[in-house]
């Protein structure tokens, strides 16, 4: 049945490369979002406890709040949530979890999904700086669903709700990825245009024999 299944498989990406290629796309995704989901809680409970959780980390104040506070791009206040923003030890927690998630969706996507034979040096940085964007795209969104989702949870189910506000707060960072990573890695994974076949080489017709 499995070799089976990969001669079908074989016949629709040949058919529809496109979409075969979204299929995997989407399913090598949520493979990084199940991970993500999984490693987040974990890192964050350990950062839990240590005393970066009341270390403050609020950088890049772009703007002013409706309260008058100063609006950060990375906004974790000290303390836990939902009183404080979590401090260090969620920024840690978040990024970590994000790295590793992304470094593996990086190979992945690559050999399997794009089949790029691009140079990897390349294709890294350029994935690289894409990742760089989306995190400070996604810091920035954060400072307006964060605190309102946790506050929400916790408030309604304590313990239980802080672990779904994690849930959901990763969810919105995978969709983010999902959403924008597509088309880039479209660009980036392309495949290394086949060398240009070497004209034939026409043979010289043979000097006339000595006379």
């Given at each position: 049945m499995f070799s089976r299944t990969r001669r079908a498989w074989a016949r629709f990406a040949e058919d529809r490369p496109a979409v075969a290629e979204f299929v995997l796309f989407t399913?090598?995704?949520?493979?990084?979002?199940?991970?993500?989901?999984?490693?987040?809680?974990?890192?964050?409970?350990?950062f839990g406890l240590t005393p970066l959780v009341d270390t403050a980390f609020q950088v890049l104040g772009v703007n002013t709040n409706a309260d008058g506070s100063t609006f950060f791009v990375f906004d974790y206040a000290a303390g836990a949530l939902p009183a404080g923003g979590g401090g260090l030890a969620y920024f840690l927690?978040?990024?970590?979890?994000?790295?590793?998630?992304?470094?593996?969706?990086?190979?992945?996507?690559?050999?399997?999904?794009?089949?790029?034979?691009?140079?990897?040096?390349?294709?890294?940085?350029w994935y690289a700086f894409a990742y760089v964007v989306i995190t400070f795209a996604a810091a920035w969104l954060q400072g307006f669903y964060k605190d309102p989702i946790y506050r929400w949870m916790i408030e309604r189910w304590g313990s239980t709700g802080e672990a779904g506000a994690d849930v959901v707060t990763m969810i919105i960072n995978a969709?983010?990825?999902?959403?924008?990573?597509?088309?880039?890695?479209?660009?980036?994974?392309?495949?290394?245009?086949?060398?240009?076949?070497?004209?034939?080489?026409?043979?010289?017709?043979?000097?006339?024999?000595?006379?």
């Open positions: 399913a090598i995704s949520m493979g990084m979002t199940v991970l993500q989901l999984a490693l987040m809680p974990v890192l964050k409970w350990v927690a978040v990024q970590i979890t994000l790295a590793i998630a992304q470094i593996i969706n990086f190979f992945l996507q690559r050999t399997v999904t794009f089949k790029s034979d691009t140079n990897v040096w390349r294709a890294a940085a969709l983010l990825s999902f959403v924008v990573f597509f088309p880039i890695l479209k660009i980036i994974f392309r495949k290394a245009p086949a060398d240009a076949a070497e004209p034939a080489t026409i043979p010289t017709p043979s000097g006339a024999g000595a006379r």
